[in-house]
């Protein structure tokens, strides 16, 4: 996704808490199109198991839900979703609801593989996405969690920090260690 959409996406989503916080109904389905796609890309990385973050989703728009009369009109609803989904997910793990990380079976070549194309660059560059990907969910969790949101779903350094609920330079020496982790990988 370019950055300007990430940023229509991200603006799309503002207005439609807003309006949903201040009783229109029908701004919940625009809210919920704009976020679950990363939502549910965040949650799959946390949880690792399709069920488990489908759990995280859901609680985390019920979440939204029961707290949009408190909603303040104008700030950020990515890094405040991304916040709730996190601590859902703590919460849920505290109490061994979900498989731990390390129980995640890895996926296999054909899993990673969509359709039947026959273009070994194709297959060559799917593979070696599918490597990286496997790399970063070896990381530590909390190496991880800091390179996705900074990284991969370009979130600031500073929604990063609100979201972990860490500092700024905290987020930046995690997604440092993270990359050297990676390059050494």
Request: contains cysteine; aromatic residues 6%; negative net charge.
């Amino acid at each position: 996704m370019s950055r300007d959409t990430d940023l229509d996406v991200r603006e799309r989503a503002d207005r439609a808490m807003d309006r949903y916080a201040d009783g229109d109904a029908a701004a919940f389905a625009d809210l919920y199109d704009a976020l679950a796609p990363s939502l549910c890309g965040f949650a799959m990385n946390l949880a690792r198991h399709r069920a488990a973050a489908e759990d995280v989703v859901q609680q985390t728009f019920l979440q939204l839900h029961r707290t949009r009369h408190r909603w303040v009109r104008g700030a950020r609803v990515f890094p405040y979703s991304y916040a709730i989904a996190h601590h859902v997910f703590v919460d849920s793990t505290r109490r061994g609801r979900h498989e731990r990380l390390g129980d995640a079976e890895p996926r296999s070549a054909d899993e990673v593989e969509s359709g039947e194309s026959s273009v070994d660059d194709e297959l060559d560059t799917r593979r070696r996405l599918a490597e990286q990907l496997e790399r970063i969910q070896r990381l530590p969790e909390k190496l991880r969690l800091a390179f996705q949101l900074a990284v991969l779903e370009g979130l600031s350094v500073a929604e990063t920090a609100e979201i972990l609920g860490i500092t700024t330079i905290n987020v930046k020496v995690r997604v440092h260690r993270a990359r050297e982790a990676l390059r050494q990988a």
